[in-house]
């Protein structure tokens, strides 16, 4: 998911320091604000081979990749994991894995550890098992905190990720305070972002800008409570302050990610910007992909910037927001991201705000990630 | 002069799950932690290179003095200076 939090502020010198590989889309949950593409299920046929993710290793570090993390869909499901960590740490790249937590086992967390493993990040939805099994879609709630355990026992650092949306926002402080007694360093409450299958739902999704603010109160309150022990990372949602986010540190500036099927993207939801050229790991070069392909450099640096960006003060700092964002919402990849207050299409991102606040309006289903769900066939 | 007291004695080592090392395509030392990088200067690179658990700050400024002659002042404030916020940033436990 673009991260808003990643504490990342830096200069790449045009490097892909940062490599995300989501090994698979295949994943034992079905949660309504997942960023997998909402055709996922076609990826499961054309994973690439554990010989294929090497040499895309291989070449990320050759490219100077510094930091990698595997993803998914559930990374776990491969069974190749153990091995292609190994592989990258003899590479000398910081491992990360993120985790469902759901198929992490004492032995899997050994065999990883012995890979060179160094870091994991476990999401958790809420601290009620009934209302997370709800949320997953799956009986999942007692598999976490198992994994949240392990991941302790093998003495992990963890980053602990909890999406937090209106149907969970009430149980942040119960979170904060489990981590806290677990010995946890990290905590992640990451305001969901919309894409994908996050936007199909947002409506139900998205909480009040009251709630966001009693969240941010809240996290303050504990941050000075607990001091150095945890730092939590949460940030005001774009949708909520007028200000886009920094996406990605900018296209094509810092991160690389590679989908299950060797597609590079300068973003994990790169695809679903229409009329953009997306080619897979298996017919090019990561280092073409990266320096020379039209994707990449299509909206790399600030000259292809509109107005009213290209003559605002902030582009160094926003480059402009999220070109998936503008593509979703205006149906223009190019133009201005719409949480920004400066866009002339910034009410689409106000409005959506307001109309949860109604009291009284139609509730709808929440539609959970599984195969068929939608169906994709005349989207094109 | 407390804090520059007690910072002279204590053994500052890389907090766990740090991975420090030098990194030819940045031409420099790097930290590496759970999803952070930092490139770190060539005279922090110095520093966290002697920070093992067993040197003391005032150890570490004598050897950084020896090994750079001639900046005596310059290398005592910079590693107060550099523990002080890697301590703060978590970098460094003691």
């Given amino acids: ?380 | 002069m407390d804090t520059a007291i007690s910072i002279d004695n204590v053994c500052p080592r890389l907090a766990p799950h740090y991975v420090f090392r030098w990194e030819a395509s940045q031409d420099a030392y790097i930290l590496l932690y759970p999803e952070g990088l930092i490139k770190l200067n060539p005279s922090a690179g110095e520093i966290l290179k002697r920070c093992n658990g067993e040197r003391s700050v005032s150890d570490i400024i004598a050897e950084l003095q020896a090994a750079f002659p001639g900046k005596d002042a310059e290398i005592a404030e910079g590693a107060h200076a550099f523990v002080t916020v890697a301590r703060g940033k978590g970098w460094l436990r003691v």
């Fill in chain 1, 1 to 380: 998911m673009p991260k808003e939090s990643s504490g990342l502020s830096l200069d790449g010198q045009g490097l892909p320091l940062w490599l995300s590989l989501e090994l698979t889309y295949r994943c034992p949950l079905k949660c309504t604000w997942c960023n997998n593409p909402l055709n996922f299920d076609d990826y499961a046929q054309s994973e690439l081979t554990t010989d294929e993710w090497k040499r895309v290793l291989r070449e990320a570090r050759e490219l100077g990749t510094l930091q990698l993390g595997f993803t998914g869909g559930e990374p776990l499901l491969r069974d190749d994991l153990e091995e292609l960590v190994a592989y990258a740490d003899e590479l000398g790249l910081y491992t990360n894995l993120i985790t469902s937590g759901i198929g992490l086992t004492d032995e899997r967390m050994g065999a990883l550890k012995k890979a060179g493993l160094k870091h994991v990040q476990l999401s958790l939805q809420s601290m009620r098992q009934p209302l997370t099994d709800e949320l997953v879609g799956a009986k999942a709630h007692a598999l976490k905190l198992e994994a949240a355990r392990i991941i302790k026992a093998h003495d992990f650092p963890m980053v602990l990720n909890m999406p937090v949306f209106r149907q969970n926002i009430a149980d942040v402080d119960a979170m904060i305070a489990w981590a806290a007694d677990l010995g946890i360093e990290y905590m992640e409450l990451a305001n969901i972002q919309y894409y994908n299958w996050a936007l199909l739902n947002r409506d139900e999704l998205m909480p009040s800008l009251e709630q966001v603010r009693e969240i941010e109160a809240l996290v303050n309150r504990w941050r000075e409570k607990l001091g150095d022990t945890m730092t939590i990372y949460f940030v005001i949602p774009d949708y909520y302050e007028g200000r886009p986010k920094a996406c990605m540190n900018g296209w094509g500036a810092i991160h690389l990610t590679v989908a299950p099927d060797g597609v590079a993207m300068p973003c994990q939801e790169a695809r679903v910007i229409p009329g953009l050229e997306f080619e897979s790991v298996r017919d090019k070069s990561l280092a073409w992909l990266w320096h020379e392909s039209p994707l990449f450099r299509k909206y790399r640096g600030l000259d292809w910037l509109p107005e009213p960006c290209s003559s605002c003060s902030e582009k160094d700092k926003d480059f402009g927001g999220c070109r998936c964002q503008a593509f979703l919402l205006t149906g223009n990849a190019t133009n201005t991201d719409p949480a920004c207050s400066k866009s002339p299409q910034h009410h689409l991102v106000t409005e959506a705000v307001r109309s949860v606040a109604q009291p009284i309006r139609f509730r709808k289903p929440l539609i959970m990630r599984t195969p068929r769900a939608v169906s994709t066939a005349f989207m094109d």
